[in-house]
């Protein structure tokens, strides 16, 4: 397998990329799906953060309420550090197993980690690919597409790792700031560039 982080900031076209390099062929590992998978209710992690944090933190149905919890972290260090703490081994593990799984194929194995560039252990990937965009138009992306606040939006961007630290660790560059079939032409020579790390001697 050949394995190719990707990033970028929140409203940058990351899921948008990471849809089109899978209808490419890639297999996408996509942590926050994992996240979600791990805090199923009846979990061990499900189970540890009601321990933390309390019943109010699930909904009518038994599931997790995400907005309840993200209420209890947005101004809460130590709150997010636990929650951190509780969530990020398992996602880790998770991640680990579906590697080992992938480890003896062909694949391109495309890791969509939000927080690639922030993350302290960041696993061992190929090449680094980010989605730019200037934050102001994933900002008005990001209100106008998916309704969401810009104020909720500013926040979550500040504790994102800044556009200049996900750039200074590209490998390779998507530019998001044009049209959607800008992006697929983008995504077209990011892939060929991921080919080209899979076969570095083809063409010597
Ligand atoms: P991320 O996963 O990085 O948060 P998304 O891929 O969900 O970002 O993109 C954020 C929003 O912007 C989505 O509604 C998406 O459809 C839209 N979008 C992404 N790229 C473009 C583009 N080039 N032009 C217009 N809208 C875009």
Redesign the pocket.
Known sequence: MLVIGLT?G???????VSALLAAKGAVVVDADAIVRDVQQPGTPVFDAMVERFGPGIVAGDGALDRAAVAEVVFNDAQALADLNAIVHPAVGAEIVRRMEQLADTDEVVVLDVPLLVESKNAYPVAGLLV?DVDPELAIR??VE??GMSEGDVRARMARQASRDERLARADHVID?S???D??RAQVDVAWDWIENLKAPSRDR
Do not use: A, E, M
């Open positions: 970028g929140i409203g940058s076209g990351k899921s948008t989605v992306r990001l597409h998916r998001n044009g049209t959607l800008d992006l």
